[in-house]
Protein backbone atom coordinates (compact mmCIF):
# COMPACT_ATOMS: atom_id res chain seq x y z
CA UNK A 1 0.00 0.00 0.00
CA UNK A 2 1.67 3.37 -0.48
CA UNK A 3 1.53 5.64 2.12
CA UNK A 4 4.24 8.23 0.64
CA UNK A 5 3.93 10.84 -2.20
CA UNK A 6 7.28 12.46 -3.79
CA UNK A 7 7.24 15.52 -5.49
CA UNK A 8 9.47 17.39 -7.68
CA UNK A 9 9.38 20.76 -7.55
CA UNK A 10 9.52 22.24 -10.93
CA UNK A 11 6.97 21.57 -13.68
CA UNK A 12 5.23 19.75 -11.30
CA UNK A 13 4.23 22.34 -8.29
CA UNK A 14 5.78 25.48 -9.48
CA UNK A 15 6.93 26.77 -13.18
CA UNK A 16 10.50 27.62 -14.01
CA UNK A 17 9.60 30.34 -16.48
CA UNK A 18 12.95 31.78 -17.50
CA UNK A 19 11.97 32.22 -21.12
CA UNK A 20 9.11 34.19 -19.90
CA UNK A 21 11.16 36.18 -17.25
CA UNK A 22 13.94 37.04 -20.18
CA UNK A 23 11.37 38.55 -22.20
CA UNK A 24 9.99 40.68 -19.91
CA UNK A 25 13.37 42.01 -19.73
CA UNK A 26 12.80 43.34 -23.44
CA UNK A 27 15.43 40.99 -24.83
CA UNK A 28 14.63 39.61 -28.19
CA UNK A 29 14.28 36.08 -29.47
CA UNK A 30 17.66 35.59 -30.53
CA UNK A 31 19.05 36.92 -27.18
CA UNK A 32 17.05 34.73 -25.58
CA UNK A 33 17.54 31.48 -27.06
CA UNK A 34 21.57 32.68 -26.94
CA UNK A 35 21.23 33.22 -23.14
CA UNK A 36 19.14 29.69 -23.09
CA UNK A 37 21.44 28.04 -24.48
CA UNK A 38 24.49 29.20 -22.34
CA UNK A 39 22.58 28.51 -19.38
CA UNK A 40 19.24 26.85 -18.60
CA UNK A 41 19.53 24.54 -21.70
CA UNK A 42 23.49 23.48 -21.41
CA UNK A 43 24.92 20.39 -19.55
CA UNK A 44 26.17 23.10 -16.79
CA UNK A 45 22.91 24.23 -15.83
CA UNK A 46 23.09 21.32 -13.19
CA UNK A 47 25.88 23.46 -11.64
CA UNK A 48 23.27 26.16 -10.02
CA UNK A 49 21.06 23.14 -9.00
CA UNK A 50 24.65 21.49 -7.19
CA UNK A 51 24.38 24.48 -5.15
CA UNK A 52 28.62 24.59 -4.84
CA UNK A 53 30.20 27.55 -7.56
CA UNK A 54 29.35 31.10 -6.43
CA UNK A 55 26.93 33.45 -8.37
CA UNK A 56 30.36 34.84 -10.02
CA UNK A 57 31.53 30.59 -10.61
CA UNK A 58 28.40 30.24 -12.53
CA UNK A 59 28.62 33.43 -14.32
CA UNK A 60 32.26 32.51 -15.52
CA UNK A 61 31.01 28.64 -16.59
CA UNK A 62 27.78 29.99 -18.75
CA UNK A 63 29.97 32.78 -20.25
CA UNK A 64 32.39 30.58 -21.51
CA UNK A 65 29.07 28.74 -23.49
CA UNK A 66 28.25 32.38 -25.13
CA UNK A 67 30.54 35.43 -24.59
CA UNK A 68 28.15 37.56 -26.77
CA UNK A 69 25.56 37.56 -23.65
CA UNK A 70 27.89 37.94 -21.12
CA UNK A 71 25.96 40.99 -19.71
CA UNK A 72 22.58 39.72 -20.17
CA UNK A 73 23.90 35.88 -18.38
CA UNK A 74 25.24 38.17 -15.36
CA UNK A 75 21.44 40.14 -15.05
CA UNK A 76 19.71 36.40 -15.57
CA UNK A 77 21.79 34.93 -12.51
CA UNK A 78 21.64 38.03 -10.27
CA UNK A 79 17.54 38.02 -11.00
CA UNK A 80 17.16 34.00 -10.73
CA UNK A 81 14.30 34.19 -8.31
CA UNK A 82 12.03 36.10 -10.91
CA UNK A 83 12.61 32.76 -12.72
CA UNK A 84 10.15 30.75 -10.80
CA UNK A 85 6.43 30.46 -9.71
CA UNK A 86 4.12 28.45 -7.83
CA UNK A 87 1.30 26.83 -9.45
CA UNK A 88 -2.04 27.68 -8.40
CA UNK A 89 -3.06 24.17 -7.70
CA UNK A 90 -0.14 23.10 -5.77
CA UNK A 91 -0.97 24.15 -2.24
CA UNK A 92 -4.57 22.68 -2.29
CA UNK A 93 -2.96 19.56 -3.89
CA UNK A 94 -0.74 18.88 -1.31
CA UNK A 95 -3.18 19.96 1.38
CA UNK A 96 -5.60 17.17 0.45
CA UNK A 97 -2.68 14.63 0.19
CA UNK A 98 -2.30 15.49 3.58
CA UNK A 99 -5.47 15.88 4.60
CA UNK A 100 -6.17 11.93 3.46
CA UNK A 101 -3.24 10.58 5.91
CA UNK A 102 -0.19 10.20 3.32
CA UNK A 103 3.71 11.71 3.79
CA UNK A 104 4.84 14.02 1.04
CA UNK A 105 7.98 14.71 0.73
CA UNK A 106 10.13 17.28 -1.65
CA UNK A 107 12.79 15.84 -4.15
CA UNK A 108 14.18 18.66 -6.54
CA UNK A 109 17.08 20.26 -8.09
CA UNK A 110 16.54 23.52 -7.67
CA UNK A 111 18.74 26.22 -6.91
CA UNK A 112 19.69 27.61 -3.08
CA UNK A 113 18.44 31.32 -3.76
CA UNK A 114 15.06 29.83 -5.67
CA UNK A 115 14.41 27.33 -2.85
CA UNK A 116 14.54 30.24 -0.12
CA UNK A 117 12.19 32.32 -2.32
CA UNK A 118 10.16 29.50 -2.32
CA UNK A 119 10.02 28.51 1.39
CA UNK A 120 8.29 32.16 1.99
CA UNK A 121 6.40 32.40 -1.14
CA UNK A 122 5.11 29.75 -2.37
CA UNK A 123 2.20 28.05 -0.01
CA UNK A 124 2.29 24.69 -0.58
CA UNK A 125 5.76 24.62 1.64
CA UNK A 126 3.81 24.81 4.66
CA UNK A 127 2.13 21.56 4.25
CA UNK A 128 4.70 19.22 3.20
CA UNK A 129 6.51 17.03 5.81
CA UNK A 130 10.37 17.45 4.53
CA UNK A 131 12.32 16.61 1.71
CA UNK A 132 15.47 16.94 0.23
CA UNK A 133 16.48 19.67 -2.19
CA UNK A 134 19.66 18.97 -4.57
CA UNK A 135 21.54 22.17 -3.27
CA UNK A 136 21.35 20.67 0.52
CA UNK A 137 23.36 17.37 -0.15
CA UNK A 138 25.52 18.86 -3.42
CA UNK A 139 24.04 16.31 -5.69
CA UNK A 140 21.39 16.59 -8.52
CA UNK A 141 18.69 14.07 -10.05
CA UNK A 142 19.74 11.55 -11.38
CA UNK A 143 22.48 10.79 -9.24
CA UNK A 144 22.01 7.87 -6.98
CA UNK A 145 22.98 10.15 -4.07
CA UNK A 146 20.07 12.15 -3.80
CA UNK A 147 17.61 9.64 -4.02
CA UNK A 148 19.76 7.96 -1.37
CA UNK A 149 19.62 10.82 0.73
CA UNK A 150 15.75 11.56 0.80
CA UNK A 151 15.36 7.31 1.75
CA UNK A 152 17.73 7.71 4.52
CA UNK A 153 16.71 10.62 5.88
CA UNK A 154 12.87 9.65 6.41
CA UNK A 155 13.71 6.06 6.31
CA UNK A 156 10.85 5.98 3.32
CA UNK A 157 10.08 2.57 2.14
CA UNK A 158 10.28 2.53 -1.64
CA UNK A 159 7.76 0.06 -2.67
CA UNK A 160 5.32 1.79 -0.22
CA UNK A 161 6.21 5.67 -2.59
CA UNK A 162 5.26 7.28 -5.71
CA UNK A 163 7.56 10.31 -7.16
CA UNK A 164 6.52 12.47 -9.53
CA UNK A 165 8.68 14.08 -11.74
CA UNK A 166 8.53 15.93 -15.23
CA UNK A 167 11.68 14.22 -16.52
CA UNK A 168 11.70 11.16 -17.43
CA UNK A 169 15.77 10.76 -16.69
CA UNK A 170 14.97 11.84 -13.11
CA UNK A 171 12.32 8.72 -13.26
CA UNK A 172 14.49 6.33 -14.43
CA UNK A 173 17.12 6.93 -12.00
CA UNK A 174 14.58 6.44 -9.06
CA UNK A 175 13.35 3.03 -10.69
CA UNK A 176 15.99 1.23 -9.39
CA UNK A 177 15.07 1.34 -5.72
CA UNK A 178 11.24 0.22 -6.16
CA UNK A 179 9.63 3.47 -6.20
CA UNK A 180 5.86 3.62 -7.94
CA UNK A 181 6.78 6.63 -10.55
CA UNK A 182 4.62 8.68 -12.62
CA UNK A 183 5.75 11.14 -15.28
CA UNK A 184 4.14 14.76 -14.94
CA UNK A 185 3.14 16.09 -18.69
CA UNK A 186 -0.75 17.37 -17.51
CA UNK A 187 -1.75 17.45 -13.45
CA UNK A 188 -5.21 16.18 -14.52
CA UNK A 189 -3.73 13.07 -15.63
CA UNK A 190 -1.23 12.83 -13.36
CA UNK A 191 -3.91 13.06 -10.26
CA UNK A 192 -6.16 10.38 -12.35
CA UNK A 193 -3.07 7.99 -12.56
CA UNK A 194 -2.30 8.49 -8.56
CA UNK A 195 -6.06 7.46 -8.27
CA UNK A 196 -5.59 4.80 -10.26
CA UNK A 197 -2.39 3.75 -7.80
CA UNK A 198 -5.49 3.54 -4.91
CA UNK A 199 -4.61 7.09 -3.85
CA UNK A 200 -7.29 9.11 -2.63
CA UNK A 201 -6.55 12.94 -3.96
Known amino acids: MINTIILDIGQVLGDFCWDGFLRN ?18 NDWAEEDRGVLSNEELVQLFTKNDPSVEKEIRSFIENITNTVKE ?13 YGYKVYLLSNYGKRNFEYAKEHFKFIQYVDGGVISYQVKHVKPEPEIYEALIQKYNIIPSEAVYLDDSSVNLEGAKPYGFYTIQVTDFEEAVEELRDL ?3 V
Open 25 to 42: CGYDEEIIQKVGLATVLS
Open 87 to 99: YEYSADFVKRLKE
Open 198 to 200: GIR
